[in-house]
């Protein structure tokens, strides 16, 4: 990436407070990390898998990098703020051991925030310090970060719980992945072709084909898997029969039905009328149901999202 093209960039993301590290990758505190400590409100993740919001971390290994442009992205996009920038490929991979460290380092500087709040909740901020779970989702694609296997590994090493979110496009990747996450994600946010090169606008012509392989691979997996679906009003909440076909293929543990949030650089391509209200979620998800025989088993207001499995309760893997 060229220097002043970085430097636009770095200026953005400083702005919406992400903390970057090394050369690709950043950690961003998640709001309900906040909401957690200051206010006892944990995320929905919790609520479903006992995972932690104040003994979490949220990040990503390619800041700069994926396969898809989504139009519902809080990403800083090539082509946003007018620079642009190969966004296929990471120049210069750092190493696993370093990248942990970093977001360590950085998650005890968002951390450091709350010494001077007087609503913290003492117990938690003590807890805090010890991190539990990382989110490998804040932006980008993460199988372009080529040991992502290892990354995972070093994570667990720490004691940590791994939620690894993909938009598998790159099944390779995803199939020779040398150490499974502790739950994996694989987004699918439309229901055929030609809605998901308008929604999601790959990068490559045979994206779609790729993500269907990932689907077919899912079951594979010996961890617990997710389909996740970002809803955005009049773009991709129809055609649920397509949808149902995806999720039969992929046969996941869970699918997470999730409304559009409009924040970060999406503000630069959708409007505020295109978040879904939480009824307009379930309704789909309801839908879903029928024609999958999933389960709505939990569902979380506050954050637009609705879970459904052939379940009858998530698997807690957060531990204490
Ligand atoms: S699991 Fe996700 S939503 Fe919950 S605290 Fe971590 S990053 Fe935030
Ligand atoms: S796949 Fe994820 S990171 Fe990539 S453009 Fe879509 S929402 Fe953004």
């Known amino acids: ?19 970057l590290v090394g050369s690709h990758s950043a950690v961003k ?12 409100r944990p995320c ?53 051991e370093t990248i942990v460290e970093g977001c360590f380092e950085a998650q005890e500087k968002i951390l450091t925030g709350y010494k001077g709040n007087p609503k913290t909740n003492w117990r938690k901020f003590q807890e805090a310090l010890t991190p539990k779970q990382v989110a490998i989702s804040l932006t980008g694609e993460p199988t372009l970060y080529e040991p992502l296997g290892e990354l995972i590994r070093a994570f667990h090493q720490k004691g940590l ?8 496009t790159l099944p390779t ?9 502790t739950q994996l994600y694989i987004s ?9 090169k308008q929604v999601c606008r790959p990068e490559f012509p045979s994206a779609w084909a790729k993500l269907n392989e990932t689907l077919d691979l899912l079951s594979s997996f010996h961890c617990p898997t997710a389909v996740r679906m970002t809803l955005v009003k ?39 009328e295109r978040m879904p209200m939480h009824g307009e979620v379930k309704d789909f998800a309801q839908q879903l149901a029928a024609k999958t025989g999933y389960m709505i088993i939990d569902e979380a207001p506050e954050s637009r999202v609705v879970l459904l499995s052939r379940l009858q309760k998530p698997i807690h893997v957060g531990g204490d």
């Open 161 to 168: 719980t791994t939620f690894l979110v993909s938009n598998g």
């Open 1 to 19: 990436m060229e220097k002043n093209t970085a430097a636009t960039l770095l200026g953005a993301l400083k702005k919406q407070k992400y903390h």
């Open 234 to 272: 009049e773009l991709n909440m129809h055609n649920v029969d397509e949808y149902a076909k995806l999720v039969k293929k992929a046969n996941p543990t869970y699918i997470e039905t999730k409304a559009y949030m409009h924040i970060g650089f999406s503000n630069l391509r959708l409007g505020f």
């Open 29 to 40: 505190r998640c709001k309900w990390l906040y909401e957690s400590i200051i206010n006892d």
């Open 44 to 96: 929905y993740k919790q609520k479903f898998y006992g995972v932690k919001s104040h003994r979490c971390i949220q990040m990503t290994p390619s800041l700069y990098y994926c396969t898809q442009q989504c139009l519902f992205c809080w990403r800083a996009q090539s082509g946003d703020l007018q620079v642009t920038w190969d966004e296929m490929k990471i120049p210069k991979i750092d190493p696993p």
């Open 188 to 196: 699918v946010c439309a229901p055929n072709e030609q809605i998901y």
């Open 173 to 181: 990747k995803l199939s020779k992945l040398s150490q499974e996450p």
